[in-house]
């Protein structure tokens, strides 16, 4: 589960659909990972990680 996920998103002032966009995945897998249904592989992490300007550990944080 990404707790932080959603806070980031939204600090950064972006939609579900831009972020899926700059992932080149679905907007669905965004809302699941933000909800806790799935989670985004390794290397998928790191690049949110990339996208957002933090590290992979901070989006684990509650």
Do not use: V
Request: positive net charge.
């Amino acid at each position: 589960m990404l707790p932080r996920l959603k806070e980031y998103r939204k600090a950064l002032k972006m939609t579900q659909s831009e972020l899926a966009s700059k992932m080149n995945t679905t907007r669905r897998s965004i809302i699941r990972w933000e909800n806790g249904q799935s989670k985004p592989s390794l290397e998928r992490l790191q690049r949110l990680a990339d996208i957002m300007g933090c590290a992979t550990d901070d989006f684990c944080q509650e």
